[in-house]
């Protein structure tokens, strides 16, 4: 890491460390700001973390950011936006924000370091909690909570992992993506993730950021917390998705009276869940003991019936004889971010005149306000623990301390970032041909796209855009269709038209692609970055993951694959090996089950704050350019129907079709008012102009909104038995097109120059 600042030069071995840190590296600073390291908790995608004392003799975590991140356009300003939010929440159980320094060359920030289990960790160890604990704990999670909410934040990714069970309280951590109430949608790139089972309902479906979505997660702590199971239960990413829209839980066990709190929690309209100010309300003793603000009530009933919550088995008193220790041994003092900072005299920590506990100290403020401090001591020790009992959770960031947090964040970083590309190849293990397949993801346009016959034989792609779900197969090769080069439209003369197709014996037209209904498992959800990020979840909530010796950054272990195959949808069970880059970002995947062999080469990943590459185009236009005769759309949103007489007078009956939006520009709305236009029963002449009309040889083509083209094509078949023609009607599509010149208006066979595009933009389906 280049910190800019002098760094400490041929220092000796770092002293034996408690667990948890590690020795700080020669090309580590020795100080960052006002703090003295004691070792490294970790590093990351983000950056380095590194254990400190305060000049109180507190532990705390300093959190840097790489300088080259910090580098990028609109990374600091977001990154003072998160702090700005992050120093207005001040609750008992969340982990509180020290000091920070943004406009730094390397930024950081000093923040609470937690140690203790996670929820889910002490309950498998110790088993549920009861009585008085369970509501004490209930009440501390509730509280973190209101304070984050008075303070604007909304956390999005409550969970048991993100809840330490600290020796002073539950307390609230990991505030990756956190975010203001009421952001947008579209500046929010995290707005859909969460951790299926724990986040809402409605957040699988990208809504905004709410309070409610964290109510909803605090049910399902209190529940997990009394009886020792997931409310949803465990097993496969979309059952648990689907049982958590369709209020499917398990919650008995929990005592009767939290069991009303927590049913209103776990309501599917956000709307009737409570608030976080409610509950903690609700769980406080009896109003007339409420003498005392909710901080200190808190505070007494956790040192009244919190018990039996260790740090994970370590040592405190040892962290503050390890920076003795360290600073004993001579370390450099180099520093990070403003010289020796306030408190700590006029120098940074040299070698020290004695040992912790005995004698003078030359080091400073924070030697010597320790020395002889059993406080001290204990409160030092509070840095060990949380990197292996707690794992490594900060208040802000990626950085990851263990095989399983790497693989979290390298997750993280397609989940959380603008868009990324991979290339997938699957073969069959044994032997035989291999399938390749291209995934992107666009943030920006809320777009998923495979390229590939992911949907079965004969497609070509799949994609979910905005919420609709989208399927293309190759058009058929057809001279002159759907050219881009300007075209005569002259039905007429030529008999062929470049748009709707060939005309036949009796002038019957080729109309839109034939609909295909997709396999009843595959929804927009199944066609997600899930498909991607989903294994290396699986591979870190295993905690199996470990390094592959010898191969720095490559992790491996047991997961579960969702693979799309044949326009189905299915999870088996693999064992998944990652490579991750020095940033955190995953570089390629492998997998393997019992039937594939799956590679994953990501060739682009975009962070968050990206403003270039990840915009995604219709990929009708891609397949124009890329594709021979470019994709027909054979499955989209349909949007409504519209009628077509059958015959003169329309005594012949009407006929109905469906109207398909399928281009990535055009909405239902927008869809329906055309056919309505073409159906005749809107009327407004500022939007439609006729390029070819000629009632004798049956067909009229028209452009419409100045955008787009489409025609309408009927044959007469003879007389039916009541004198009027038997008439057979078409919908031909309406494509991307732009009007060069216009045929003369007292022409009967006239004609007009039209180029095409190479995006059909609304299709019809004759129902049936």
């Known amino acids: ?7 400490a030069s041929a220092a000796p071995e770092h002293p034996p460390l408690p667990p948890g840190l590690t020795s700080l590296k020669p090309t580590d600073p020795t100080q960052i700001g006002p703090y003295p390291l004691v070792g490294r908790i970790g590093a990351g995608g983000m950056g380095v973390v590194y254990g400190a004392l305060d000049v109180y003799g507190r532990c705390v975590a300093i959190k840097t950011v790489h300088a080259d991140l910090a580098g990028r356009p609109g990374f600091r300003e977001a990154f003072a936006r998160e702090v700005a939010m992050l120093a207005r929440a001040e609750g008992v159980s969340t982990a509180r924000l020290h000091a920070h320094d943004t406009e730094a060359e390397v930024p950081w920030l000093a923040f609470d370091f937690v140690p203790g289990r996670d929820l889910r960790a002490h309950v ?66 995290a707005a859909s993730y969460g951790t299926p089972g724990w986040a809402a309902p409605e957040r699988h479906d990208g809504a905004a950021a709410d309070p409610s979505a964290d109510v909803f997660a605090w049910g399902g702590l209190v529940a997990l917390a009394a009886t020792g199971r997931e409310p949803f239960g465990a097993g496969e990413t979309r059952e648990r998705i689907r049982r958590v829209r369709a209020g499917e839980y398990e919650i008995d066990g929990v005592p009767e009276e939290l069991c009303g709190l927590v049913e209103s929690a776990l309501a599917l309209d956000p709307a009737q869940r409570p608030s976080t100010e409610a509950l903690v309300r609700a769980l406080l003793p009896d109003e007339e003991n409420r003498t005392h603000g909710v901080a200190e009530i808190l505070r007494r009933m956790l040192g009244a019936y919190w018990r039996g919550v260790d740090d994970g088995g370590h040592d405190p008193a040892l962290w503050a004889g390890a920076l003795a220790a360290v600073s004993a041994a001579g370390l450099g003092a180099s520093t990070l971010g403003g010289g020796a900072g306030a408190g700590l005299g006029a120098s940074a920590p040299t070698a020290a005149a004695g040992t912790f506990g005995g004698g003078a100290s030359t080091t400073g403020g924070v030697m010597s306000g320790l020395a002889g401090s059993k406080f001290a001591m204990t409160g030092a ?131 839109s692609p034939e609909y295909l209904e997709p396999a009843l498992d595959v929804d927009t959800d199944s066609i997600a970055p899930s498909l991607v990020t989903a294994p290396l979840r699986s591979l870190a909530e295993a905690g199996g993951a470990e390094e592959v010796q010898g191969r720095d950054g490559v992790l491996e272990g047991p997961t579960v694959l969702p693979i799309l195959d044949e326009g189905t949808l ?34 682009e990943v975009l962070a968050q704050e990206a403003d270039t590459g990840a915009p995604m185009e219709d990929p009708q236009v891609w397949a124009a350019e890329n594709d021979g005769s470019g994709w027909s759309v054979v499955h989209a949103p349909i949007c409504g129907t519209v009628d077509l007489p059958q015959g003169a007078a329309n005594e012949g009956g009407q006929k109905e079709w469906d109207v398909q939006a399928s281009g990535w520009d055009v909405d239902c709305d927008h869809a329906m008012e055309v056919a309505r236009l073409r159906e005749g029963r809107l009327s407004d002449p500022e939007r439609v102009e006729t390029l070819h009309a000629y009632r004798g040889r049956t067909s009229d083509i028209s452009q419409y909104d100045d955008e787009m083209a489409c025609g309408i094509f009927w044959s007469e078949d003879g007389v039916g038995v009541d004198g009027y023609p038997e008439v057979s009607y078409t919908y031909g599509p309406c494509q991307e097109s732009t009007v060069l010149s216009l045929g003369e208006e007292t022409d009967p066979y006239k004609e007009s120059e039209v180029e095409f595009g190479p995006v059909t933009l609304i299709d019809f389906h004759e129902r049936t």
């Not at 809320?446 to 497609?459: D, E, K, V, Y």
């Not at 057809?478 to 007429?492: A, E, H, I």
């Open 1 to 7: 890491m280049n910190t800019g600042e002098p760094l």
């Open 124 to 189: 498998r160890e110790f088993g549920p909690l009861s009585g008085e604990m369970l509501r004490v704990f209930a009440l501390g999670v509730a509280e973190g909570l209101a304070a984050l909410h008075r303070a604007g934040v909304a956390h999005r990714d409550i969970k048991p992992g993100n809840v330490i069970l600290s020796p002073r309280g539950p307390k609230i951590v990991d505030f990756g993506i956190a975010v203001e109430i009421g952001a947008e949608r579209s500046q929010d790139a």
């Open 381 to 511: 020790g509070a840095l060990a623990v949380a990197v292996l009992a707690g794992g490594g959770y900060f208040v802000y960031g990626q950085v990851r301390t263990s095989p399983t947090e790497w693989v979290t964040a390298a997750a993280r970083s397609l989940e959380e970032g603008a868009g990324f590309t991979a290339t997938v190849e699957r073969a069959p293990v044994g032997g035989g041909e291999a399938i390749d397949e291209e995934y992107l993801y666009s943030a920006t346009d809320q777009s998923f796209l495979i390229r590939g016959a992911a949907m079965g034989p004969g497609t070509s792609a799949v994609a979910v855009h905005q919420g609709e779900l989208y399927v293309y197969a190759p058009r058929e090769e057809d001279p002159g269709l759907w050219s881009n080069s300007p075209q005569r439209l002259n039905v007429v003369s030529a008999g062929v038209d470049p748009l709707f197709g060939q005309e036949g014996e009796h002038g019957l037209w080729r109309g």
């Open 570 to 603: 299915t999870e088996t069970e693999a064992i998944g090996r990652v490579e991750v880059d020095g940033q955190g970002a995953p570089v390629r995947a492998e997998y393997t089950t019992e039937v594939w062999e799956v590679r994953v080469d990501f060739e």
